[in-house]
């Protein structure tokens, strides 16, 4: 079975900084990964996603992220955050099994930005 | 858009006591699914159904049933609550499982004393 690996529990940044979010998830032959934000006292909403194709996937809200197939990491960054990107953040993967799929999610990383 | 509901919203319950936690789609997604959100754990998936007429255990199952009632409907049910079931719960569907996203809904906040 698939699982997700979010190291950082909490990442602060300043306002206008960089910050990169880390997940890494296990194996697989063939993997789907997403990542997904989570706003206050909100349900989540789809991030961006790889299915295939292009490593370097980009997504809403100027985020993007770069699937490493040796690394097995999917890492999210953006260049430059705002104050509104505080949430948190989750990494999942579709894991297979049998016939059917289920999405396994992380623990999570809370983006703090401060002004 | 009404997309996933969730009802209710806030609930509180005595241990031993029963309740169903009622979710609905009107995207008609063939996949639904049942997750509990607790500190630091992220999203655990309790149960899914990949389509009508299917459910499956996930990662934590124990302490409930579901139950896929037809397209649109996938209830939660616990039939003697615990504290330890203390958790926000939310609902998600998704077209196909795999490599569609799963839209998700408010979410229920769960207290059980």
């Known amino acids: 079975a698939q699982s997700v690996t979010q190291l950082d529990s909490q990442v602060p940044v300043f306002e206008e900084a960089p910050v990169e979010l880390r997940c890494n998830y296990s194996?697989?032959?063939?993997?789907?990964l997403f990542w997904y934000v989570q706003y206050p006292n909100q349900g989540l909403q789809l991030l961006l996603k790889y299915l295939s194709g292009s490593t370097l996937v980009k997504g809403i809200n100027g985020f993007e992220a770069e699937f490493n197939k040796s690394q097995t990491s999917f890492h999210l960054r953006k260049p430059s955050v705002h104050i509104s990107d505080t949430a948190e953040y989750f990494c999942?993967?579709?894991?297979?099994?049998?016939?059917?799929?289920?999405?396994?999610f992380g623990s999570g990383t809370r983006l703090l930005v401060r002004p | 858009n009404a997309g996933v509901t969730q009802t209710p919203k806030f609930q509180v319950l005595k241990t031993g006591q029963s309740m169903t936690l009622q979710c609905a789609q009107d995207?008609?997604?063939?996949?639904m699914y049942w997750y509990r959100q607790d500190p630091g754990m992220g999203l655990r998936l309790i149960y899914y159904?990949?389509?009508?007429?299917?459910?499956d255990k996930g990662e934590v199952p124990n302490g409930y049933n579901v139950s896929r009632l037809n397209k649109r409907e996938f209830s939660l049910r616990l039939e003697s609550a615990a504290p330890s079931q203390t958790s926000v719960y939310f609902c998600?569907?998704?077209?196909?499982?795999?490599?569609?996203?799963?839209?998700f809904g408010q979410g229920t906040r769960l207290t059980v004393v």
């Open positions: 995207m008609n997604h063939n996949s």
């Open positions: 998600a569907s998704s077209d196909y499982p795999g490599d569609t996203e799963a839209f």
């Open positions: 159904s990949a389509s009508e007429g299917t459910t």
């Open positions: 999942a993967v579709s894991d297979q099994v049998d016939s059917s799929y289920k999405l396994i």
């Open positions: 194996s697989s032959v063939s993997v789907y």
